[in-house]
């Protein structure tokens, strides 16, 4: 049984940071893709970041290019999200993901998913 659990979210004001992560219950490198995607209230999941960990091929959603930096560490157990500049737009429920094999923005694709952590950000 994979289990993804997160930590890191808070709330912040506009222009804040926050550093998310992931803790995995397996070896990451067993899965091809992992990601974050986040649901606002009334909004539809929307993939944010995501990363190839063979080769650590980044990816990330046009809003957050250049803001936000995923990356793996501890001998790639752990999955961070590193949010800069944070904004209002930003807020929501933030969720680890694992094992997408392609469209790895895509949230429909993971198969394993954490609890969420929630990301609020005021102006």
């Known amino acids: 049984q994979v289990q993804l659990v997160e930590s890191g979210g808070g709330s912040v004001q506009a222009g804040g940071s926050l550093r998310l992560s992931c803790a995995a219950s397996?070896?990451?490198?067993?899965?091809?893709?992992m990601g974050w995607f986040r649901q606002a209230q009334g909004r539809e999941r929307e993939g944010v970041a995501c990363?190839?960990?063979?080769?650590?091929?980044?990816y990330y959603t046009d809003s957050v290019k250049g803001r936000f930096t995923i990356s793996l560490r501890n001998a790639n157990s752990t999955l961070d999200l590193v949010m800069n500049s944070l904004e209002p737009e930003d807020t929501g429920m933030y969720y680890c993901?694992?094992?997408?094999?392609?469209?790895?923005?895509?949230?429909?694709?993971?198969?394993?998913r954490g609890q969420g952590t929630q990301v609020t950000v005021s102006s």
């Open positions: 990363i190839r960990t063979g080769d650590g091929a980044t």
């Open positions: 993901a694992a094992g997408a094999t392609a469209l790895c923005l895509e949230p429909n694709g993971y198969p394993y």
């Open positions: 397996a070896y990451t490198r067993s899965f091809y893709y």
